[in-house]
């Protein structure tokens, strides 16, 4: 199965900072590659698909970059709602997997 | 609007069996590939299983031979059988559409069901 190593695994961050997660595959996976939002008690939310496409109704501060093993996760300016934890996700072949996640949290 | 609502959660023994159910509204479970992710509690997530819409599966090594994905188009339903259960198999169950033919990875989900394995 393809492992998905995010980095890093938690952050400490301010309102309207801007905060970049990485996300690295162990084989190439093309732009197969998707970033999901969790909050505490909740169902994960898609955000980006095919590396760096907003699924509808997402705030466009949230994009993603990158292909082949090495993605991202920009958020441009940090808004409350946005502390949470956030999972890359490979849809390339199956088994799926997905990163470890990265939590982000108040500074 | 898309609804999915997992039940069946419960607290079983080691060993033990457990059948879950997803039921969807607003599209066709037969239409769209449908799959289980669960999540241990105050871990990541972990991709479960897929059923195709040609009815082709697929599992994780950690549940492969013991847990069975099928869906009754009947009752616009999902399953999740889970046999010889694990303490290890303990967490959130959810179920999501997985519309890869179409472009997008798993992009609806339910609100989970809890599976609790332990004596």
């Known amino acids: 199965a393809i492992q998905m190593t995010q980095s890093p695994s938690s952050l400490s961050a301010s309102v309207g900072d801007r905060v970049i997660i990485s996300c690295r595959a162990s084989?190439?996976?093309?732009?197969?590659l998707a970033w999901y939002q969790q909050r505490p008690g909740k169902a994960p939310k898609l955000l980006i698909y095919?590396?760096?496409h907003l699924q509808s109704g997402v705030p466009s501060r949230f994009s993603g970059g990158g292909s082949g093993t090495d993605f991202t996760l920009t958020i441009s300016s940090l808004q409350p709602e946005d502390f949470a934890t956030y999972y890359c996700?490979?849809?390339?072949?199956?088994?799926?997997?997905f990163g470890q996640g990265t939590k982000v949290e108040v500074k | 609007e898309f609804q999915l609502v997992e039940s069946g959660g419960a607290l079983v023994q080691p060993g033990g069996s457990l059948r879950l159910s997803c039921t969807v509204s607003?599209?066709?479970?037969?239409?769209?590939?449908m799959a289980w992710v669960r999540q241990a509690p105050g871990k990541g997530l972990e991709w479960v299983s897929v059923?195709?819409?040609?009815?082709?599966?697929y599992y994780s090594d950690s549940v492969k031979g013991r847990f069975t994905i099928s869906r009754d188009s009947s009752k616009n339903t999902l399953h999740l059988q889970m046999n010889s259960l694990r303490v290890d198999d303990t967490g959130v169950y959810y179920c999501?559409?997985?519309?890869?033919?179409?472009?997008?990875?798993?992009?609806?989900w339910g609100q989970g069901t809890l599976v609790t394995v332990s004596s």
């Open positions: 999501a559409r997985d519309a890869s033919t179409q472009g997008l990875p798993l992009d609806f």
């Open positions: 607003g599209f066709a479970v037969g239409d769209f590939f």
């Open positions: 084989q190439g996976i093309r732009n197969d």
């Open positions: 059923l195709f819409t040609g009815g082709i599966t």
């Open positions: 996700f490979q849809d390339n072949n199956y088994p799926q997997t």
């Open positions: 095919a590396a760096s």
